[in-house]
């Protein structure tokens, strides 16, 4: 590789790395399995290793994956909750226990091992022996105060015999049969199925409305704590916590060997679909605390643990066809229909195939003979073709001119890697999808609004934009398949209930290109009306704080477009919300802290700065005194800066300040640091 090809390889790598973790922790909708982005992972900290200079701090192999989601309480982990390093073989478990022997100078261990359990991870805290704090592991540093939502887990004691702080930590998950009856339920109400029982915790245990997790099936494992005394043995720690009420895995084991580990990972990959929930692999731990602190952390992951991640399951399979399903922003998806097998205990019969390019790069033909995995989790993947079982009447496929849903023309963007329907709305998939989001739960919540209902009243043809869903009544949906009185009053009573969403949900939901939920919140807060928003120009748009130059294109184009003005009256006339309700004390993890801007930045304007530090919960204030926190000093900084260092107040140079925000989150810095 040249060293352009080099460093475009790193940064692509970062790019899909970045949105893979975003798909898994933020949205619980991953579309890659844990191994492939196990490869990429590898491939990234492979390059980095070879050529340490393209190493940055923003780089996702020097911080954990997870990103803090926005609508909770963000909470300080007071002990970060680390992440673990994986091996994948015999091979990589023996290296990691030679560098434990060497680092250790020592050869006899005790290994506690565990089962990697397919949930998400929860810290407990517990003061005078009551839980006060529920919060998920976010990016490790800081999660999401969910206190309400763990609540409602019954295995979880509110209340314990031990008035020292403590905190417990350990995985909420979903078991197997709970996973398939909650996706029963709720494909009959139409709702979006789970991909997995991890995504279904996941998703259970986010919900702004603790009565939802409330009706979900969550379970807890605990596997680590904080803060208990008197403790040696890791083992011992799990006893503890077991006698003080917390559920732990029966079947921990100690053993004295690496051999008896390996058997031990063996054993655990052969039971693996008998077991009620999904593992995806075996936690392997340093047993004695001593040795645990000797060997520390590096980085995200302590040198102490590892996990042994169980190969994929595979399974050989026909390639029927290749089908197009167009997305809410027309992009041409193309599945893999196969010949239904099943594969680690469950039927498969279709795989995402992302884009024509992994198409040819696989080399898929249909008629193929296909190898198709399952990593125990997400969407099935379409590993490769088996060419030797051509028998020549297979034939090669090619994405369509026309969209096959609306027949119109279909577009490749230069540099991207999908192709587009130019449909837009007049594609029925287009449609029914962007219906679809602008009801969805993150955006304007309308509840019985299932994905049925709504390809349903669109081919009825009684809409054809979402402000159409305002003008529907009780006798029209009478006439509708599945709607008898009550159930037609109930959805026309969460449409109207609908109206009183957030300028915030409605910008979501009215599904702008390149516009998620994060962003729309800086519109708003910048905005504070549609009206504003509308008539922003994209030097307005430009301007605000990790906004760059592509979304506020995007932003822009949308409200160009009559006919998107034109729905959007029609939502005014429905009385829908068009202006910021008051705004919130903001909270995050700069909260109680003051900013005072002086001399003149570089890389943003003051009011830029100011906004970012108030999004992060600080104030920014005008004048220097004993209750400034910080001072930030640009170029030609004058009596401010002399006030500052009369009282003590740390100063800090703009770098230093731009540092400090993008270790909170790399992404507000996003189109503001333009050096
Ligand atoms: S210990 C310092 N034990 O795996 C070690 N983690 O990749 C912290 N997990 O975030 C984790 N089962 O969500 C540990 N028996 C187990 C586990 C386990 C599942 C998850 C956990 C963690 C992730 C680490």
Redesign the pocket.
């Known amino acids: 590789m040249t060293p352009h090809e080099l460093s475009r390889r790193v940064q692509d790598l970062r790019r899909e790395i970045e949105e893979h973790n975003y798909r898994y922790y933020v949205l619980s909708q991953p579309v890659v399995t844990d191994a492939e982005f196990d490869r990429l992972f590898r491939e990234l900290q492979a390059l980095e290793t070879a050529h340490p200079e393209l190493v940055t701090p923003e780089s996702p192999t020097q911080r954990p994956g997870g990103q803090v989601e926005t609508t909770f309480a963000p909470v300080r982990h007071q002990v970060p909750?680390?992440?673990?390093a994986n091996a994948f073989s015999l091979e990589e478990l023996e290296a990691w226990y030679a560098r434990v022997v060497k680092l250790a100078e020592r050869t006899a261990f005790r290994f506690c091992v565990?089962?990697?359990?397919?949930?998400?991870?929860i810290s407990l805290r517990y003061e005078e022996g009551r839980l006060v704090q529920g919060a998920t592991?976010g990016d490790g540093m800081s999660g999401e105060d969910v206190t309400p939502n763990v609540r409602t887990i019954d295995v979880i004691p509110h209340q314990i015999s031990l008035a020292k702080p403590l905190e417990v930590?350990g995985?909420v998950y979903m078991s197997i049969a709970d996973f398939e009856a909650l996706n029963v339920r709720r494909g009959e109400a139409g709702e979006a199925l789970f991909a997995n029982p991890r995504n279904a915790a996941a998703g259970s245990l986010r919900q702004q409305d603790p009565r939802v997790t409330r009706e979900r099936p969550l379970k807890f494992?605990a596997?680590?704590v904080v803060g208990l005394e008197g403790q040696t043995s890791h083992y011992g720690t799990l006893q503890a916590v077991q006698a003080l009420g917390f559920p732990i895995?029966p079947e921990i084991e100690v053993v004295d060997s690496l051999d008896a580990v390996w058997n031990l990972c063996r054993a655990y990959e052969a039971r693996r679909s008998t077991l009620p929930f999904e593992i995806d692999g075996v936690?392997v731990?340093i047993d004695s605390l001593r040795e645990q602190e000797e060997l520390g952390a590096v980085g995200r992951e302590?040198r102490w643990?590892i996990?042994f991640k169980f190969p994929p399951i595979q399974a050989t399979t026909k390639l029927c066809d290749i089908q197009i399903q167009v997305g809410r922003t027309g992009t041409l998806n193309p599945v893999a229909v196969l010949e239904p097998v099943e594969i680690g205990g469950v039927t498969v019969s279709k795989a995402t195939l992302h884009n024509e390019e992994e198409i040819a790069r696989k080399d898929l033909r249909i008629g193929d003979t296909v190898i198709v995995q399952r990593a125990g989790d997400v969407i099935p993947q379409v590993v490769k073709s088996v060419p030797e079982k051509r028998t020549g009447h297979e034939t090669a496929f090619h994405m369509p001119e026309h969209c096959p849903v609306c027949g119109s023309l279909v577009v490749k963007p230069d540099g991207l890697a999908m192709r587009y329907c130019t449909g837009g709305l007049s594609c029925r998939a287009q449609l029914v999808e962007s219906i679809k989001h602008f009801a969805s739960r993150r955006a304007m919540d309308i509840e019985h609004l299932g994905g049925k209902t709504v390809e349903e009243l669109v081919d009825r043809q009684m809409i054809k934009d979402v402000a159409d869903l305002y003008g529907i009544t009780r006798e029209q949906l009478l006439g509708v398949a599945r709607f008898a009185e009550k159930s037609a009053e109930n959805l026309v009573a969460a449409i109207a209930d609908s109206k009183k969403q957030s300028l915030k949900r409605l910008v979501f939901g009215l599904g702008i290109h390149e516009v998620g939920e994060q962003t729309a919140g800086w519109l708003v807060d910048r905005f504070h009306s549609m009206d504003r928003l509308m008539n922003a120009t994209v030097d307005e748009l430009k301007d605000v704080p990790g906004l760059g130059p592509v979304v506020s294109e995007s932003v822009f184009d949308f409200f160009a477009e009559p006919h998107n003005r034109a729905v959007i009256e029609k939502l005014r006339d429905a009385g829908l919300r068009m202006a910021e309700e008051a705004p919130a004390a903001a909270d995050g993890p700069l909260k109680g802290l003051e900013y005072v801007f002086t001399g003149r930045l570089e890389r943003m304007t003051r009011p830029t700065a100011e906004a970012l530090v108030s999004r992060l919960g600080a104030k920014a204030g005008s004048a220097v005194t004993k209750k400034t926190s910080f001072v930030v000093a640009g170029e030609e900084a004058g009596s401010k800066l002399e006030k500052a260092q009369k009282l003590g107040v740390p100063v800090l140079t703009e770098d230093e300040f731009l540092e400090r925000l993008s270790t909170l989150d790399p992404s507000l810095l996003e189109g503001v640091a333009r050096s």
Request: proline share 8%; aromatic share 12%.
């Open positions: 909750m680390l992440s673990l565990e089962p990697k359990i397919d949930g998400l991870a592991r930590r995985e494992w596997y680590g895995w936690v731990k302590p643990a996990a």
